[in-house]
């Protein structure tokens, strides 16, 4: 206790000057009022969004005809009937590993995109993106652009501001009521929702009300926290980016020292805060790469406008590889501020490398996997059969000596008409082979009769009579043919039997 304490005046022991309270590890946040740009790359993102935007909402109301009894919509995910229809393509729960491919396909895809051209998902195509763009539009529809947003925020309460706010809050929850509704259409059928929602049960008025939501809080309220502190996507994607990977860049050595225009020996940047002023994320591209930058490209657009206002180049902040950024500013490190260092430091960069190891790699791969899907999906069968040995018990003894070895055969028929396939048995002659409840043909032969786009089980029972000498381990093979006789699908086995 004595080494805590100290001893003091008159007044008794105090604690030991131990420095001032460390700082606080959590900031407050600052909210961000992006303003709004003109120009080519704004252009590109709207376009974008409105391609993407319109696939989302669009894309449940396709038809296509597949048959009596089957549904009509064309992308539709069936979990009552365990389906994932694509257009012509119907997919199995079995089947999962196309979906699986897809995964696959789309995380390369993106690990080449990334390598090429930076953060272009995260700027251009995901979704947080695209919705909050949405959002940020209606919120300067209805509120104004950001000086007017500022300053009404920083008056006092009024009845503008208030009517405002609710015009635009309606506005948002409009918007997230339709992407949750088009979500719940990628799973039920899109005109049933929409024209009986009387039919709608409970769970799927819940999971609307979940999107819903969702959309609303990520796209008004959350925004750039998702994409700085929610994405876990811009902490490893540094692993994907080269000297030599496109990303949106503020070439220093050119707006460097900033200053006023007509101030001597300054870069072309004005200083003028245009880049931040844009950016959904607030950061300040000036700063070099961040993980708060994702790569929009709005930021080019505000400072080609300030340049165009000041009679200069175009392109302080641009789409740059990191390689070429070090070599302009290599070629004009010697150089005044003005057109001189400009050339020089233009003329240095080198055409952007498409076709790189990393980059290679990546394509070989997309290559390889693209090739095993469109592969196993042009082999696919439309006829498959599954044997599964009862192992309780594993064999029979029957009375007159002779072993009896149970199977259960599930049968699944992925076409719409069905049918009615013979089985045959193949192993050691003598092998005796009944399916409980099934048909037989004129020659005695098991009919299994399938609907279409269904399974049927079926009990078989194999019999070896008592003369019949086999391993402990007979392998054998069931197949199903067709009227005719010819295989359509075959599944092997083990006959089990006592050991000899």
């Known amino acids: 206790m004595s080494t805590l304490w100290a001893v003091g005046s008159s007044r008794g022991p105090v604690m030991p000057d131990i420095g001032p309270a460390p700082a606080s590890l959590y900031a407050a946040h600052r909210k961000i009022y992006p303003r ?9 993102k709207w376009a974008v969004l409105t391609v993407l935007l319109g696939l989302y909402y669009l894309v449940p109301w396709l038809r296509w005809d597949r048959g009596p009894g089957a549904p009509d919509q064309a992308v539709l995910v069936d979990m009552a009937h365990a389906r994932l229809f694509f257009f012509w393509i119907e997919l199995w729960p079995q089947e999962v590993y196309f979906l699986t491919g897809l995964l696959i396909l789309g995380a390369i895809g993106l690990f080449a995109a990334t390598s090429l051209f930076g953060r272009v998902w995260c700027g251009f195509t995901c979704p947080q993106t695209v919705w909050t763009d949405l959002f940020m539009w209606v919120e300067r529809r209805i509120e104004g652009d950001r000086n007017a947003r500022m300053k009404r925020d920083a008056g006092p309460p009024s009845r503008d501001r208030t009517l405002r706010r609710i015009a635009k809050h309606a506005a948002w929850l409009g918007i997230a009521a339709a992407t949750g509704g088009a979500w719940i259409m990628y799973f039920q059928d899109a005109p049933t929702l929409l024209l009986h929602p009387g039919r709608i049960s409970l769970q799927t008025w819940f999971f609307f009300a979940l999107f819903t939501t969702t959309t609303y809080v990520l796209a008004g309220f959350a925004r750039e926290q998702v994409c700085t502190y929610m994405c876990p996507w811009p902490r490893f994607q540094g692993a994907m980016l080269d000297q030599d990977s496109l990303v949106v860049t503020y070439r220093d050595w050119r707006g460097e020292p900033r200053g006023k225009p007509r ?74 501020p003005g057109p001189a260092r400009h050339a020089a430091g233009m003329a240095a960069r080198r055409p952007l490398r498409l076709l790189r190891p990393r980059t290679l790699m990546y394509g070989g791969v997309l290559a390889v996997v693209a090739a095993v899907m469109l592969g196993a999906l042009l082999l696919r069968e439309s006829l498959s059969l599954t044997v599964l040995p009862e192992r309780a018990p594993p064999f029979v003894r029957l009375s007159d000596g002779g072993v009896r070895n149970a199977y259960v ?37 098991p009919l299994l009769p399938v609907r279409g786009d269904g399974v049927a089980s079926f009990r078989a029972l194999v019999t070896a009579p008592p003369a019949l000498r086999l391993t402990e381990h007979q392998p054998i093979r069931f197949r199903l043919l067709d009227a005719a006789g010819r295989p359509l699908a075959e599944a092997g086995s083990v006959f089990l039997g006592p050991q000899q």
């Open 36 to 44: 709004a740009v003109q120009g080519r790359v704004r252009r590109v």
């Open 263 to 336: 101030d001597a020996g300054t870069g072309d940047c004005a200083d003028c805060s245009a880049c931040v002023q844009v950016c959904p994320t607030g950061v300040d591209i000036r700063e070099g790469q961040q993980l708060g930058c994702i790569g929009c490209g709005l930021c080019i657009d505000a400072c080609d406008d300030i340049m165009r206002k000041l009679h200069r180049p175009e392109g302080l902040i641009g789409f740059e590889t990191l390689a070429n950024l070090a070599a302009s500013e290599a070629a004009a490190a010697e150089l005044e």
């Open 409 to 445: 055969l599930k049968l699944a028929d992925k076409s719409r008409e069905g049918g009615r396939y013979l089985l045959a048995l193949e192993g050691p002659p003598g092998l005796r082979l009944l399916v409980q409840d099934a048909p037989t043909d004129a020659a005695g032969r």
